[in-house]
């Protein structure tokens, strides 16, 4: 397995994988991967087995400490000198997913945001996932009032370093 950023080049491949994970309303459109490529290439972490895109992970870092919704929209809000690693969506083909996949992009992220002197990572899911976040050490911060993302609840998790 191989991890790396990503480049525009990778457009189609993240656009494609997005689409098979989440639900039309909470998956970002391609033109909006455009744009984060463009401005934050280097914060998508991509998970290859060979030429084969696996999984894959991406966010933007700023000086904001809560995630809202506007950021997932608007790829110019990234700072890449901000305090916090957010993290937007985290993605795995469903035939690989339970592998561990996921987890191996969530170790790696932590590590480059410890790097990178960041204070954290700071995440929003679903209840039903809360606990395996956990394993991760992010603590839940409760339903978040900043982001109502494909009309879904979210719960803000928090990693501070």
């Given at each position: 397995?191989?991890i790396?950023?990503?480049?525009i080049?990778?457009?189609?491949a ?8 989440f639900?039309?309303?909470?998956a970002?459109p391609?033109?909006?991967f455009a744009q984060?490529l ?13 030429e084969?895109l696996?999984a894959f992970?991406d966010g933007?870092v700023t000086d904001?400490p809560d995630?809202?919704?506007e950021?997932y929209e608007?790829a110019?809000?990234?700072n890449e000198?901000g ?8 993605n ?5 997913r339970r ?5 191996q ?10 790097e990178?002197?960041?204070r ?5 899911c679903?209840e039903?996932l809360?606990?395996?976040y956990a ?17 879904a609840?979210?719960h803000?998790?928090r990693?501070?370093?």
């Open positions: 397995m191989l790396r950023t990503a480049t080049d990778d457009l189609d993240v656009s494609a994988m997005e689409a098979a994970c639900p039309a309303a909470e970002a391609r033109e909006a984060r463009e401005k934050y290439g280097n914060h998508f972490w991509l998970l290859f087995d060979g084969r696996l992970a933007f904001e995630l809202f919704d950021m608007k110019e809000l990234h000198q305090k916090w690693q957010m993290i937007f969506g985290l795995t083909l469903p035939a690989f592998k561990g996949l996921a987890g992009l969530l170790r790696q992220i932590i590590a480059d945001a410890k990178q002197a960041r954290g990572v700071v995440l929003t679903k039903r809360i606990p395996y394993k991760f050490g992010f603590a839940d911060e409760g339903v978040s009032s900043k982001t109502q993302h494909g009309g609840m979210w803000q998790m990693l501070e370093f």
